[in-house]
């Protein structure tokens, strides 16, 4: 039942970061009176640094092949050595998950009902529940959630599972060409010790109140946006208005374990892992487009701070 470490990050991507692509497909609809740049990449010059790097808003649900039909794109993915996005990384140590004799085994914070709870979910789901299974009894928090998470999405195909990713597919393929990413969120530490028993509890009860009705259809982040295949095609047509303008009214909170922050909240923790880097080697930024718009989204932030940020076109 040992997740693997990496899945992690994959499920906090999934957790929290579909939720700009809402708005997208709310304002897709006027998208064709916009005066905007009709373009998904953008690149970043000008505070001395040596070598341009590039902004390319993704879609989280979309496919890498498309991206690479788009010569700019490519060359934009090629010219860089290093790739950011929200969740995926090649660093090392970027959650902690060494376990000491003071971290909190999972099922150490659990109630009756909520063992049982889970014991009967991991049973039904991949037939091996966690009483009477070692490997699960000294799982700590953080490696429960994931197992959790994994399971939950593992046999779920279209909306339910995770069936495509860009900006997974984009990550591996600066791994696998021997470049490196990290992932611009500062992850949460979950090695919680016996003086952090809440903390633990409140992590694994939000993970636990995804369980029921977890078999039925809509149950993820995914299927609250009932208008995917629409934010697809408008994201594709590179229609939607960026609002320089304006700040986002959507009022969206990304959540998390431990409280809530706004986009702009989220860009802006984003910065100093942006210029740090940027100020190194060209990168390329791989974030969903959500955070590029409004004058609270990156691009704004980037001109803000002094950086050249311009429309690349790629049509």
């Not at 640094?49 to 590039?54: A, F, G, L, R």
Request: charged share 25%; with cysteine; hydrophobic share 40%.
């Amino acid at each position: 039942m040992n997740a693997p470490l990496p899945v992690i990050k994959v499920f906090i991507l999934v957790a929290t970061l579909f939720l700009p692509l809402r708005n997208v497909a709310q304002t897709g609809k006027s998208a064709s009176q916009s005066q905007d740049p009709q373009t998904i990449l953008w690149k970043i010059t000008g505070k001395g640094i040596q070598k341009p790097s590039y902004l390319l808003g993704t879609m989280h649900l979309g496919e890498l092949d498309w991206l690479l039909t788009f010569p700019r794109i490519k060359s934009a993915i090629d010219s860089t050595e290093y790739i950011l996005t929200e969740a995926f990384s090649t660093e090392v140590n970027t959650v902690a998950v060494q376990k000491t004799s003071s971290t909190l085994r999972a099922v150490s914070v659990l109630n009756a009902a909520e063992y049982k709870t889970l014991d009967s979910f991991f049973v039904a789901r991949v037939g091996e529940g966690i009483t009477n299974n070692p490997d699960a009894e000294e799982m700590n928090v953080v490696e429960m959630w994931a197992a959790i998470y994994e399971t939950l999405v593992m046999d779920m195909k279209g909306p339910d599972g995770i069936t495509k990713s860009m900006d997974l597919d984009l990550f591996n393929l600066y791994k696998s060409t021997g470049r490196g990413g990290d992932h611009l969120d500062k992850l949460k530490d979950m090695n919680f010790d016996s003086t952090q028993i809440d903390d633990a509890r409140k992590v694994m009860r939000s993970v636990l109140a995804k369980i029921p009705g977890s078999e039925k259809p809509g149950w993820n982040i995914y299927s609250q946006n009932t208008n995917i295949e629409e934010t697809m095609r408008v994201y594709k047509q590179m229609k939607v208005p960026y609002q320089f303008e304006k700040t986002d009214s959507s009022d969206v909170i990304i959540e998390n374990e431990y409280g809530h922050m706004t986009i702009e909240q989220r860009n802006r923790n984003w910065l100093p892992k942006i210029e740090k880097n940027i100020s190194q080697k060209p990168c390329l930024i791989a974030v969903g487009f959500g955070h590029l718009r409004y004058k609270t989204g990156l691009i704004v932030l980037l001109k803000d701070l002094g950086y050249q940020v311009e429309a690349v076109s790629v049509k």
